[in-house]
């Protein structure tokens, strides 16, 4: 990713800047807000302690398939069957498909970064403790991009603002089962996105105390932690400067070429694709394989193994 308030913050951005969404109903922002996580939800599928559910892994991997897998075929196939809809519930499954798009392309432009100075495995995969670095990291990148861009946090409440009804989650979940028959089954969508809220009610908290009561029983590796929101960056998380403002070098973990890009750089950068998209949807005629050009939402060549990174974590 980054986290739940970078990606909300991405997509406000877009609802501010363009056309198509002035005037944008309620349920259709809380809509989109959730829509701008992403597959992400399903990684929280039976994650939470008191709701333990069967087929756990096999729902956690769709997550993980649609990070991995083609992005500019899925999404594409799932912007058609949204857009292709006449029913009544349609602007639900457009709102839907346009807020899941958001959340590729800030993801393509971030996340390569995240994985640099965060680290991974000598396989190139995010073992622990490089998972829990990881969500530090996305975490982090959440306080100071609202902090940078002068957003009040309640703005971006990673609860309210994704617990949506329950007849807008079952259009969601058809339009997920519709596009994905042979990978998303029945209730799917519906229990992960259940289980999102419940994992964002227990540990966020606007004042930070739930996190300190986390980091005392679970210790600072513990996912937990790692995904609390803080409500200001401690001095030693400071230093690290992980919205990058300094410009200082990291390097990409495919083919170790050199960059100096701050997160608010990718961040303008993926806004300013995603409203060309946005125009290039609108009119029916956009070809996101010329868009992806093969890169996963890890910004990744797809296939490609992960080698380099311009550690700053462990703090």
């Known amino acids: 990713m980054p986290a739940t308030m970078t990606h909300q913050l991405f997509a406000q951005t877009i609802i501010e800047e363009h056309a198509f969404f002035k005037d944008i109903h309620k349920d259709m922002f809380k809509v989109m807000m ?13 994650m939470h302690p008191f709701k333990k559910r069967k087929d756990a892994k096999r729902v956690q991997h769709i997550g993980s398939y649609l990070h991995h897998e083609d992005p500019a075929k899925n999404l594409s196939q799932l912007l058609k069957h949204a857009f292709s809809k006449k029913d009544q519930d349609q602007d639900i499954s457009k709102h839907y498909a346009l807020g899941a798009l958001m959340h590729y392309v800030l993801d393509r432009h971030v996340h390569a970064y995240v994985f640099s100075i965060s680290g991974f495995d000598d396989k190139g995969n995010l073992s622990h403790p490089y998972n829990v670095y990881h969500s530090y990291c996305e975490t982090l990148i959440d306080i100071e991009i609202k902090s940078y861009m002068s957003v009040a946090s309640k703005k971006l409440h990673p609860k309210k603002n994704i617990d949506i009804s329950k007849h807008l989650t079952e259009v969601i979940q058809s339009l997920y089962q519709e596009t994905y028959p042979n990978v998303i089954f029945k209730d799917d969508f519906i229990h992960a996105k259940e289980d999102m809220v419940a994992i964002y009610h227990t540990v966020y908290d606007r004042l930070g105390f739930k996190r300190a009561l986390l980091k005392l ?6 996912h937990a932690f790692a995904a609390a929101h803080p409500r200001h960056l401690s001095k030693k998380e400071k230093k690290i ?5 300094k410009h200082q070098p990291w390097v990409h973990p495919e ?3 050199s960059h100096q890009s701050s997160v608010i ?7 300013k694709d995603m409203l060309q998209l946005m125009d290039q949807i609108l009119k029916g005629d956009f070809d996101l394989k010329s868009y992806c050009q093969n890169r996963s939402y890890d910004g990744m060549t797809i296939g490609k ?3 380099y990174q311009s550690l700053r974590f462990p703090l």
């Open 265 to 271: 750089d990718m961040f303008l950068e993926a806004k």
């Open 255 to 257: 083919d170790n070429s």
């Open 217 to 222: 029983f679970l210790g600072s590796n513990a």
């Open 305 to 307: 193994k992960m080698q």
């Open 241 to 245: 400067d992980v919205l990058n403002l």
């Open 34 to 46: 959730l829509a701008t996580q992403g597959p992400d939800p399903f990684f929280f599928y039976g």
